[in-house]
């Protein structure tokens, strides 16, 4: 058992878990496709959690019955058996807009990923395994859990073809705006195939969950967001608009289309060069593109728009449209008999099906991998941010060893995320706000992947205490994303159980293995995903998350198509100017939890070409600028090569960091970087 400080050590683990994803998400197509829910996808939706417990915090953040009972009442007057309620907004983004959280609103559960199914008898939340924990303790008992990855239960549609719908016709109904058109489709054809029905709500239909909502005083829907959009510089960005277009419509003739439709909100804003605050933590707006042969339409709020920025889109060759014009722009190149490129991965229901099936041309929007891939100027921003970050990082820890160490003090969870958010990262330059919240879990807190501290009912730091944090940062020129586990104190082999430090070293030895390899050309992160692994397999341990996810440049800090995962559904290869996220971890329930996540980005390991193929080789470079914890390390199990690679590591560290920091923190930097 972890040493936990005495006041809290009895506290039950529960403590408000957070709504955003952080660890290496699983590879997201979009709703509940990401979460193994589409035909064919591996990772089935677990069965048969029930979770009865009531705790003060699960009714704060539950909805109370009146809502289900309205859309179940909708449902009724309908004739619908069963209504789903993805994570999705119209855009099908990971954290939506808080106006279009209606899984959050119904169910109370605010993880970044899931599947709400509510029938006439019974609420469902389907979650992959980075939530169990936070939906167990969020759910009130209306709600039945379905665990994600649980061995031998059913899919969400297999529930709902062989559970639900035994003996009888179903109509099962989506609001067609919050679902992509992948999964919508094969939804479809699996409850046609067993003789039930998807029912599309009409466009004059409310969402039955809006209905309850918007009657709810307690807890009032947010307005539409109308924050002003900025502009990203060419600077940072490293193109301009147009010649971005440029590039687009060369794509677009190659696939023998005459428009394409970018719906994905960090695409419209990488296209358009803007940045947006629509939705914390991510800097986007809600807004359309499409893209023709000789227009570019940019669908947003006016009121959104200054009027120089307004003016820079124009000298770049895009029309600013109102956001509402964007269906009936979609029908109308659809009735012109043109044939418009839609992603269906990427692309609500509703968008999709505004075309004629005979002409839309599917594949993966150009928009996607172009953005993924980034230019000297985007990796120039992403280097300077972390370096900067970097600093914080450092500061914050020597901050934690003086007060921890040197002064004998606690330090609860909440103050950890104050100091580092709230002064060290909000003095930087180009600083706009974190890239997620915080994760900053003491003890057995750590455990929860994505834990949040809340309130006074937190953990606190003291010696001997391992703290998991995971935190990041918006800049003007880059995003962050850094987990460290450290644990201070003079003493950690007596004060840390050998089976923790063990554990942290097996971590690491996983990510050195992903940071050192060489990779063909044409290699997918699927297949590099067991180098994290193979020492924690060979325990018999293991972390149910992705290993890497794709990280924007001053964007979203969660980006496809690019990652490294278990999924072998995701083949896209990396490619040079790929930013990806490399974070083994292992958490053991109730105990401790481990993750080490540098960020890393896809470069050509020169000199290195197989004869045999004629393929080149790539390798990867590291962004992120911060000492590893030594004192949880067992050195006995690693190789020389190992060490080698983590004293080079933090040398270098040392060397850009050391001119930026003086007194007590160089000071403590000097020591953490100091040879194994």
Not at 189 to 194: C, D, G, H, S, T
Not at 626 to 648: F, S, T
Request: proline share 6%.
């Amino acid at each position: 058992m972890l040493r936990f400080a005495a006041r809290r050590a009895a506290r039950p683990l529960a403590r408000r878990a957070l709504s955003s994803a952080r660890a290496a998400p699983q590879d997201r197509g979009s709703g509940a496709a990401a979460l193994g829910l589409s035909l064919g996808v591996a990772g089935a939706i677990g069965y048969h959690e029930l979770n009865r417990k009531q705790s003060p915090l699960a009714l704060a953040a539950a909805a109370p019955e009146a809502p289900l009972a309205t859309v179940r009442r909708e449902l009724e007057a309908q004739g619908y058996d069963a209504f789903l309620v993805p994570t999705d907004d119209p855009h099908l983004s990971e954290y939506p807009p808080t106006r279009y959280a209606r899984r959050e609103y119904i169910s109370g559960f605010t993880g970044s990923a899931g599947v709400a199914v509510i029938t006439p008898a019974e609420a469902l939340l389907w979650t992959d395994g980075r939530y169990h924990q936070q939906a167990a303790s969020e759910l009130s008992s209306d709600w039945t859990l379905m665990k994600s990855g649980q061995p031998g239960v059913p899919a969400l549609q297999d529930w709902l073809t062989k559970s639900l719908g035994a003996g009888r016709k179903l109509r099962v109904a989506i609001d067609a705006t919050v679902h992509s058109g992948s999964f919508a489709e094969g939804l479809r054809r699996k409850l046609e195939a067993a003789g039930h029905e998807l029912v599309v709500l009409p466009p004059d239909a409310r969402n039955p969950v809006d209905v309850a909502w918007d009657a709810d005083q307690e807890k009032p829907r947010p307005p539409v967001g109308l924050k002003p959009v900025r502009e990203h510089p060419a600077a940072f960005a490293g193109k301009t608009t147009a010649e971005k277009l440029v590039e687009l419509r060369g794509a677009i003739a190659d696939k023998g289309a005459d428009a394409l439709v970018v719906a994905m909100l960090d695409e419209v804003m990488w296209l358009c060069n803007v940045r947006g605050a629509d939705v914390a933590y991510n800097p986007v707006a809600v807004s359309y593109a499409i893209v023709t042969g000789d227009d570019a339409m940019l669908f947003m709020r006016g009121e959104k728009l200054p009027e120089d920025l307004r003016k820079e889109l124009t000298a770049n060759g895009v029309t600013v449209r109102d956001y509402d014009d964007f269906l009936p722009t979609l029908r109308g190149l659809g009735d012109a008999g043109k044939k418009v490129w839609i992603d269906g991965d990427r692309t609500n229901y509703a968008a999709a099906v505004a075309v004629p099936a005979a002409q839309r041309v599917s594949g993966m929007n150009p928009v996607t991998l172009l953005k993924s891939i980034k230019n000297p100027q985007e990796l120039k921003g992403m280097y300077d941010s972390h370096v900067r970050d970097a600093c914080a990082l450092v500061r914050f820890m020597s901050w934690i060893e003086r007060q921890v160490v040197d002064e004998g003090k606690e330090i609860t969870e909440v103050e950890l995320d104050e100091m580092l958010t709230g002064k060290l990262r909000a003095e930087l330059p180009r600083f706009i706000e974190p890239s997620f919240p915080t994760i900053a879990g003491a003890g057995p807190n750590g455990a929860i992947i994505h834990y949040r501290a809340s309130g006074e009912d937190c953990g606190v730091v003291g010696p001997g205490t391992v703290l998991l944090l995971d935190s990041g940062g918006q800049y003007h020129d880059g995003t962050t994303d850094c987990t460290r586990t450290m644990v201070f104190g003079k003493d950690a082999e007596r004060l840390v159980p050998l089976e923790v430090r063990e554990t942290f070293t097996r971590v690491l030895q996983g990510n050195i293995r992903l940071d050192r390899c060489c990779f063909p050309e044409g290699t997918p992160g699927c297949v590099l995903d067991v180098l994290a692994r193979e020492e924690l397999w060979r325990a018999g341990q293991d972390y149910a998350h992705g290993t890497g996810h794709g990280v924007g440049a001053a964007l979203n800090v969660h980006e496809g198509p690019q990652s490294i995962s278990p999924r072998f559904n995701n083949k896209q290869a990396l490619l040079p100017g790929m930013i990806l996220s490399n974070e083994p971890g292992f958490y053991e329930p109730s105990k401790f939890g481990i993750r080490i996540e540098n960020l890393l980005v896809v470069e050509q390991a020169d000199g290195l070409e197989s004869a045999a193929t004629g393929k080149k080789f790539l390798r990867f470079k590291k962004l992120t600028q911060v000492p590893i914890c030594k004192a949880l390390i067992v050195k006995e199990l690693l190789r020389q090569d190992e060490i080698d690679w983590l004293d080079q590591y933090h040398a270098s560290i040392l060397a850009q960091l050391a001119p930026a920091l003086h007194g007590s923190e160089r000071a403590w930097l000097e020591a953490a970087c100091a040879p194994l």
